[in-house]
């Protein structure tokens, strides 16, 4: 009896001890899924053609948001200090198939969260995206088409991410927070496709104000370094740039009153290769805004005016006007169905790749103009 009685209690004080341990860390699997359908106009004939325009009836996915699922854990270690992670991968909900080429493309990274700050390391998203993302309409609610020319401020983070990096974010320190990344290049010249970036912001009430600046040494050159996923076309023919250096900067502001927010933003971005090639430089403006008209239905609008300029072309510079507008309806807290138009209209430039107008994600226009209809449906889990 005795012997039953000690056997008991140890079980029971296991139990504890375990379910205790249990309490402390926790793990959990979430995701999105985006798709719908999508009409874009003015794209190549299957030939390839630029001369012969069609336009595009597709389903699609990704369309406001990249489907994605992941996990993410953390685990107290006391003293306000904890282990967390995360591990993201994007895939095409239409065929199954993973984005990137790689497990875990989007994010994955493990780190060490305190009262302070936070410092991780792996593969992450740098300042640029987390201060001025937040500002624009193609990092919160307008999503993938609404992204400036080409993404090359990736201000959605989808275009590329740093890898091998490791990052500090602050705490909240009333309303002002900052942050840096520093991405290795991991091979022995040191700054070979390596990256940085800084980034602050403030927030008190609905004002929301941000500022960034994001450099890449070597962008391309060096398939272990820092950003490896990045894509630029040569204007002269049209082959993939590598061993760019990218710099990245900008500043924006946004302020929600009662049921709207307003956003406006600037970011420029100038890529430089040999000296042969020259260098291009693009700045971008945004003005965006959004109303909930009912807790369940909201509109979205935003507008950008881009000028784009390089050094190794005599023609003038390209002038890109892109409007953009959406409705979304919730029908429950994680799923939403969306209707969206976004239409770019380019002047100036050469015939090139520019002046043809490119909305982000669609073929590029054989012409100076292009228009994007999508609907869709999105889940979050």
Same mark, same amino acid.
């Given at each position: ?10 079980? !029971? ?5 375990? =379910?205790?341990? %249990?309490?402390? /860390?926790?793990?959990?699997? +979430? ?7 999508? +009409? ?10 630029? &001369? ?10 990704? $369309? ?9 854990? #953390?685990?107290?270690?006391?003293? @306000? ?14 065929? =199954?198939?993973?984005? =990137? ?12 969260? *305190? $009262? ?39 201000? %959605? ?15 909240? +320190? ?21 990256? +940085? ?20 040494? =070597? ?6 370094? #820092? ?6 076309? $040569? ?18 502001? &946004?302020? /929600? ?9 600037? *970011? ?19 003005? %965006? ?66 002046? !043809? ?18 609907? @869709? ?5």
């Amino acid at each position: 009896m005795k012997k039953n009685l000690i056997v008991t209690a140890i079980a !029971a004080l296991a139990a504890s001890f375990a =379910g205790a341990a %249990n309490a402390q /860390s926790s793990v959990t699997l +979430y995701g999105l899924i985006d798709a719908g359908f999508t +009409y874009v106009n003015n794209v190549p004939a299957t030939d390839g053609s630029d &001369s012969i325009k069609g336009s595009s009836f597709q389903m699609k996915g990704g $369309n406001v948001q990249m489907s994605r699922w992941g996990v993410r854990g #953390a685990e107290d270690l006391g003293g @306000g200090m904890k282990a967390i992670f995360t591990l993201e991968n994007g895939f095409d909900v239409t065929n =199954g198939t993973s984005i =990137g080429g790689s497990g875990f493309g989007r994010q994955a990274f493990v780190g060490l969260s *305190t $009262n302070a700050g936070t410092v991780t390391l792996g593969r992450q998203t740098d300042s640029v995206t987390d201060y001025l993302g937040p500002l624009s309409a193609t990092g919160t609610w307008g999503g993938t088409y609404f992204a400036h020319p080409s993404n090359l401020d990736n201000l %959605n983070g989808d275009d590329f991410r740093e890898n091998n990096s490791i990052k500090f974010q602050s705490a909240n +320190y009333a309303g002002f927070s900052f942050s840096g990344l520093y991405g290795f290049s991991n091979v022995g010249n040191f700054a070979a496709n390596r990256a +940085y970036s800084i980034g602050a912001g403030y927030a008190n009430a609905g004002l929301k104000l941000g500022l960034a600046y994001m450099q890449g040494n =070597g962008v391309g050159g060096n398939a272990r370094g #820092a950003i490896t996923d990045f894509v630029f076309l $040569n204007n002269d023919d049209n082959q993939v740039a590598t061993d760019v250096r990218q710099r990245t900067f900008g500043a924006g502001a &946004s302020y /929600s009153i009662g049921a709207a927010t307003f956003g406006a933003l600037w *970011t420029q971005t100038r890529l430089d290769r040999n000296s042969s090639d020259g260098s291009v430089i693009t700045n971008n403006y945004e003005v %965006n805004g959004r109303y909930a008209l009912t807790p369940a239905l909201s509109l979205g609008a935003a507008y950008t005016y881009s000028r784009y300029r390089d050094s190794f072309s005599s023609d003038a510079a390209v002038h890109a006007h892109q409007f953009g507008v959406q409705t979304d309806y919730a029908l429950s807290k994680r799923t939403d169905i969306y209707a969206e138009g976004v239409v770019q209209i380019a002047s100036g430039g050469d015939e090139g790749v520019y002046p !043809a107008a490119g909305i982000n994600a669609v073929p590029t226009s054989t012409s100076s103009r292009q228009v994007v209809v999508s609907t @869709g449906i999105r889940h979050r889990f």
